[in-house]
């Protein structure tokens, strides 16, 4: 299928970027999007022209390092899918497609496509961890958790931090992402002994990082490769509030 | 209050603003249904339950409560969206992203705006009016706020303006309800399932019930 392209071409975060048009006319519909730049890569290179950078790793869907607004949508118009689980068959023949990179203050452009999350890490860091001092492996089943508690923190773990809801945001919120790692430990008897100093801190620091509020518009839940809950959002704010009246 | 940096918190006033505010709504609506009475008999007692609401110490109490709350619901709105742009950055040159969400749910600010300009010239009209200006008294002896209301819904263009406005709210309010809760902290699965049901139905209520109003005055005097 012939492709026509426009992508974001910008050579780091203080200069103006623009988009520019490129055409791939071999492009099978059993490519991963990411195949597709390649290909487009390729073609660059041998052209004497600098390639799109991107940022990608496992190719898989599980790593969250791929990520690009494809058509203006975060991973592109498939659902519940990353943008290197997206295959060129989702679009037709003759389609123009344009791609930009993720864009929120808290993201400063690397280069072209290629964002800079790690905002994303520093409120990881903050509090998004249990305490135990380590040594001998613990005995697995000296601390029950039933099956639903522990499905329903996992749900909460899928998330791969790719950082979709915060581009899906019209306010560049990071609740999603922050709310599901609160959610993924305090559901859990190890994670939620540290529950209310976790909250507040983690809370924090997405603030510092020049993150948005929520406003519940619910489409970061829609865009994520993961299907994250908003529910978790709720159950962040509970727990903050919660945190912060009982002063604990 | 001001000085609060923390945008959770700052949304947690927000939603208790606005769940107050929406509290009002009811009682305000339950007190204006008395407009559609019977004119001699809707003149009399609409005139004798203002004056009533009027003298009451409670009342007014509620009523300066009621201000503070637009005044800090309309300052934290401006806060966040101030917040909130600092935090997008440059936008996006081409944008999909509407279709996750409703538009009225990506819009509160700009309905807001619509519900705040509404207020000014509600407050000015009406309440303004009733408080400071010189009225005509009924048989009763009670300031006429009713002939003030009908003949003021004698306009057209007050009418559409009045029907502007309540749509306004009314998708306001569809988001808001239930969003108020989120905010606040309510992740139960079921509880949700009932809050959005509850709250999209009181956002119709309320607006069916404020339109009703001045369509009813409107046509009521035409004919
Ligand atoms: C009778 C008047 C009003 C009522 C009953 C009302 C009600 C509400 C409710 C219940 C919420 C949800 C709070 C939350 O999401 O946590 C809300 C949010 C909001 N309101 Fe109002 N409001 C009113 C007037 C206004 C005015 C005058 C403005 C603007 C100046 C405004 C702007 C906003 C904004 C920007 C939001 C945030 C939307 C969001 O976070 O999703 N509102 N309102
Ligand atoms: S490259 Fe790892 S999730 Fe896409």
Redesign the pocket.
């Known amino acids: 299928m012939k492709i026509t392209l426009k992508i974001w071409r910008q050579r780091d975060c203080q200069s103006k970027g623009e988009f520019k048009e490129y055409h791939l006319d071999k492009v099978s519909k059993d490519m991963s999007f990411l195949e597709m730049l390649d290909t487009l890569n390729i073609k660059l290179i041998k052209q004497g022209d600098l390639p799109v950078e991107f940022d990608h790793d496992c190719r898989e869907g599980i790593c969250g390092q791929c990520g690009v607004m494809i058509n203006g949508i975060a991973h592109g118009p498939l659902k519940n899918t990353t943008t290197c689980q997206l295959h060129m068959r989702s679009f037709n023949d003759g389609d123009t497609i344009y791609v930009e990179p993720f864009k929120a203050s808290a993201f400063p452009i690397v280069r072209d496509l290629k964002v800079n999350r790690s905002a994303l890490d520093h409120i990881i860091t903050s509090g998004g961890y249990v305490s135990v001092d380590t040594g001998q492996a613990p005995e697995a089943n000296s601390i029950p958790v039933t099956f639903e508690q522990a499905e329903a923190a996992f749900d909460a773990a899928a998330c791969i931090g790719c950082g979709a809801c915060v581009a899906s945001c019209k306010n560049s919120s990071a609740a999603l992402f922050t709310s599901a790692k609160i959610s993924h430990l305090a559901q859990l008897p190890q994670g939620d002994k540290e529950t209310s100093t976790r909250v507040v801190s983690m809370v924090n620091q997405m603030e510092e990082e020049g993150f948005g509020h929520c406003?519940?518009t619910e489409a970061c839940e829609v865009e994520c490769p993961e299907g994250i809950s908003v529910l978790n959002i709720a159950r962040m704010n509970y727990e903050y509030n919660r945190s912060r009246l009982m002063k604990k | 209050m001001i000085f609060i940096k923390n945008s959770v918190t700052r949304?947690n006033l927000?939603?208790i603003t606005?769940?107050f505010?929406?509290f009002f709504?009811i009682i305000h609506l339950l007190g204006n249904l008395q407009l559609l009475l019977p004119a001699a008999e809707a003149q009399l007692q609409y005139n004798s339950y203002s004056h009533l609401l009027g003298g009451n110490i409670v009342i007014k109490l509620v009523s300066y409560v009621l201000y503070l709350c637009?005044l800090l619901?309309?300052i934290d709105?401006i806060y966040?969206?101030f917040k909130k742009r600092r935090a997008n950055g440059t936008s996006y040159s081409y944008d999909r992203r509407g279709r996750a969400s409703s538009w009225y749910?990506r819009n509160?600010?700009a309905l807001?705006?619509i519900?705040?300009v509404f207020?000014v010239i509600h407050f000015k009209d009406f309440w303004y009016h009733y408080k400071f200006g010189e009225l005509p008294v009924d048989t009763n002896g009670n300031k006429d706020l009713y002939t003030i209301v009908v003949v003021a819904f004698e306009q057209l263009w007050y009418v559409v303006l009045y029907i502007v406005a309540i749509l306004a709210?009314g998708y306001?309010?569809l988001?808001?309800?239930f969003?108020?809760h989120r905010?606040m902290g309510i992740y139960h699965p079921m509880y949700n399932r009932i809050i959005n049901i509850v709250g999209k139905s009181f956002a119709v209520i309320i607006t069916i019930g404020y339109i009703i109003i001045p369509l009813f005055l409107y046509f009521n005097l035409q004919s």
Request: proline letters at 0%; charged letters at 5%.
């Open positions: 406003t519940n | 949304k927000m939603a606005g769940l505010l929406s709504l637009i619901h309309s709105a966040l969206s749910s509160m600010m807001g705006i519900i705040f207020l709210l306001h309010l988001h808001g309800v969003s108020a905010t």
